[in-house]
């Protein structure tokens, strides 16, 4: 049955879940992955790879929102969390005291926080998205997602919408993704495994 010929009565259940699916992410991004990926995805919507089948990504380097290079291949050696978000998603916002309080907690431990701006046209409102939740880590500057379709080869666990968290391990492979906002408690599991690991 058409949408058009649907019984007026009907068209507000459509109306309400299709405003469940478009709020429950901010946007799609990339998609990739293929057979080959070896991931096991959990209750809580988290795929994790185990050590000896992870991969690495590609290049993940751009120009900051403040303007620096920054490269996270330089940062092997230290458990990352990337978190792809953009100052237009409302997703992005309920998790970012999350992420600002994960990261200053374990910054000690060895965890660096690097942010992937996605989809903002200029740089003026994600400057103030960081300043408004205090984002203590850079973040790279991504307006076209370009990084969304290199960084994260083919069979990999790759960033598909905004927002998107992926963990990588010390030697820089990817270990862990969610899908969705996170709080801090689903952001710590994901973390904590991979501080372990020696």
């Excluded at 405003?19 to 992955?33: E, F, I, K, Q």
């Excluded at 237009?88 to 660096?112: S, T």
């Excluded at 997602?145 to 069979?155: A, E, I, T, Y």
Aim: hydrophobic letters at 40%.
């Amino acid at each position: 049955m058409s949408l058009s010929r649907a019984p007026r009565a009907a068209l507000p259940t459509v109306l309400i879940a299709v405003g469940a699916l478009t709020l429950s992410a901010c946007g799609n991004g990339t998609r990739g992955g293929g057979n080959d990926t070896n991931f096991i995805t959990s209750d809580e919507g988290v795929s994790t790879v185990a050590a000896g089948e992870r991969k690495a990504t590609g290049e993940i380097a751009g120009e900051t929102l403040e303007g620096e290079p920054l490269d996270v291949a330089d940062l092997k050696g230290k458990v990352v969390v990337l978190n792809v978000w953009g100052s237009w998603c409302g997703p992005c916002r309920l998790e970012a005291p999350h992420f600002v309080k994960v990261a200053n907690d374990l910054k000690p431990q060895g965890v660096e926080f690097v942010g992937i701006n996605a989809r903002d046209p200029n740089k003026t409102p994600a400057i103030e998205f960081e300043k408004d939740y205090k984002v203590p880590y850079p973040s790279i500057y991504d307006p076209a997602s370009k990084l969304l379709l290199s960084g994260f080869p083919r069979g990999t666990l790759n960033p598909q919408t905004i927002p998107s968290t992926v963990v990588l391990d010390r030697e820089g492979k990817i270990a862990a993704r969610s899908l969705k906002a996170l709080n801090e408690k689903d952001l710590r599991k994901m973390i904590t495994p991979l501080i372990a690991e020696k």
